[in-house]
């Protein structure tokens, strides 16, 4: 049994990533000052900003960059396992890489995860967005086996895609993980049930924290950071503005139990798939 404090940071990130950075600490200072020794951060805690110009001026390399360092400096300070959901990384082909860090206590990078499944949508009431234009995609799904729990890395759009939860579960992952900028129109429809789904199906914690409000660049996204049990219950959740730091108590006992209840995990079978006809007569 391991039994810890994890804590979701709601974030309203702008286009200034020193100003992020600051934002950052405070709200990491405040969820560790009521024991939280897990804490995650939305995606795009550097930067939200749609524009690739004004965004590949303020990007830096991973050792230069300021989340990354902020960050280092934080974990350290307070003892704790840091995972900055993404930051916005410019890597050496010219693209961005989305990538998720989880820091030790130490302050080292205990893992990497760059975003694998890019957000290439047509939407209603003209809202596009292409991804694959500005970010280069990873190729890696990074399971972290940390001292009290193995952790699942995800980001936003990975979500919809649960062969990739599926294999963390497989793996022991006991906490899966989805920061997010999910937009207000996928939100309203999708977050909430995504986010259960996903716990249910591999009777693991689902902790994602998000993006909330209107952004400098214009967009807007959904909030509502949450932490869902294993057996799918919202266990903490934010509203869908403004900044908030949220914490639950995790037990990784209840995950035991969800999977000893429903053993779905165990009892997966490979199948065929067999397509039938429908014969017509002439």
């Known amino acids: 049994m391991t039994r810890f404090k994890a804590a979701a940071l709601q974030m309203r990130s702008g286009t200034d990533p020193e100003k992020n950075a600051e934002t950052l600490a405070r709200l990491v200072r405040e969820a560790a000052g009521h024991g939280a020794t897990y804490i995650q951060t939305p995606e795009m805690t550097g930067a939200v900003q749609k524009n690739r110009k004004g965004l590949m001026a303020v990007l830096k390399p991973e050792a230069d960059d300021i989340i990354v360092k902020t960050a280092a400096e934080l974990a350290r300070e307070h003892g704790i396992h840091l995972h900055i959901g993404s930051t916005a990384i410019a890597v050496d082909d010219g693209m961005i890489a989305n990538r998720a860090l989880l820091f030790g206590p130490q302050g080292d990078i205990l893992a990497r995860y760059d975003k694998i499944h890019m957000f290439d949508v047509d939407l209603d009431n003209g809202e596009s967005w292409r991804e694959s234009a500005v970010y280069r995609p990873g190729d890696k799904a990074v399971l972290a086996r940390l001292p009290f729990a ?133």
């Open 150 to 282: 193995a952790i699942g890395l995800g980001i936003c759009y990975d979500v919809r895609f649960p062969d990739l939860y599926n294999a963390y579960g497989l793996a022991g992952a006991e906490v899966l993980t989805a920061p997010a900028a999910f937009t207000k129109q996928t939100g309203l429809a999708h977050w909430h049930v995504l986010q259960r789904a996903r716990a249910i199906e591999n009777g693991a914690y689902m902790i994602s924290a998000a993006q909330a409000g209107t952004h400098e660049d214009g967009r807007e996204t959904f909030g509502h950071s949450m932490i869902v049990d294993p057996w799918g219950k919202i266990i903490a959740e934010a509203g869908d503005e403004g900044e908030a730091a949220i914490i639950a108590e995790i037990d990784t006992d209840a995950v035991t139990a969800a999977r000893g209840k429903v053993p779905n995990l165990k009892n997966i079978r490979a199948f065929a798939l067999e397509e039938a006809r429908a014969l017509t007569e002439v």
